[in-house]
């Protein structure tokens, strides 16, 4: 499986975009990137996942480069609903969702 | 929101006695899954199910096993709860095994003590 590394934590102004990015250097052809948060102590929460191509939708855009090992997330105006725990995950290939390895992400808060 | 619901949602036992959480969908997905969370650790896999009678193991299955007997249904059993098992535990379910969401429900506390 492919590993992410993403910053421990960021702060973004309320109103601002979050620009949240992650490293995936070793991520193979058919391996997808999915993001995912958790706010407080709730359930994860699915974001938007992408092999290739840039995608969005009404919750954010995910931006993969080129060569495909790394990747930003980006939430276009971020409210204080946003602050929460980023996760960045790398999964596909031969594996699905019971190879979805949550790491420790990027704790992301939105400053009033 | 996904229809899934954790019951219960808290809970204390005492070491040594057998606990069982369940995890309902409304969804009719085919997979589900047991996750726990620990300070530090992240999410990690316990077991999960592709399908009715059909389950296997993740990361962490030592001393937890699981049973599905409806499409709806996954039970986590511990079957000697032990200190080392206090943990947030989430159920998540998805339609698919490859490129696409899985949703997640609200989270067990389990205190063992």
């Known amino acids: 499986d492919a590993k992410t590394t993403q910053p421990p934590s960021m702060d973004c102004a309320e109103g601002r975009a979050a620009n949240l990015p992650c490293n995936h250097s070793t991520i193979s052809g058919n391996e997808y990137v999915y993001w995912y948060r958790q706010i407080h102590s709730q359930g994860p929460q699915y974001i938007i996942h992408g092999l290739k191509n840039n995608e969005t939708n009404e919750m954010a855009s995910l931006i993969i480069t080129e060569d495909r090992k790394s990747s930003t997330l980006i939430l276009p105006h971020a409210t204080l609903r946003d602050t929460a725990v980023y996760y960045c995950?790398?999964?596909?290939?031969?594996?699905?969702?019971?190879?979805?390895?949550f790491g420790t992400g990027t704790r992301l808060t939105i400053i009033p | 929101d996904a229809g899934i619901t954790q019951s219960p949602r808290h809970k204390v036992t005492e070491t040594g006695t057998p606990v069982t959480l369940r995890c309902h969908q409304t969804?009719?997905?085919?997979?589900m899954y047991w996750y726990r969370q620990d300070p530090g650790h992240g999410l990690r896999l316990i077991h999960y199910?592709?399908?009715?009678?059909?389950?296997d193991k993740g990361e962490v299955s030592d001393g937890y096993s699981v049973s599905r007997s409806k499409t709806e249904d996954f039970l986590l059993t511990l079957e000697s709860a032990t200190s080392s098992q206090t943990s947030v535990y989430f159920c998540?379910?998805?339609?698919?095994?490859?490129?696409?969401?899985?949703?997640f429900g609200q989270g067990t506390r389990l205190t063992v003590v």
């Open positions: 995950i790398v999964s596909g290939g031969d594996f699905g969702n019971e190879k979805l390895t």
């Open positions: 199910s592709y399908g009715v009678k059909d389950t």
């Open positions: 998540a379910i998805s339609g698919t095994r490859q490129n696409t969401e899985a949703f």
């Open positions: 969804e009719n997905h085919r997979y």
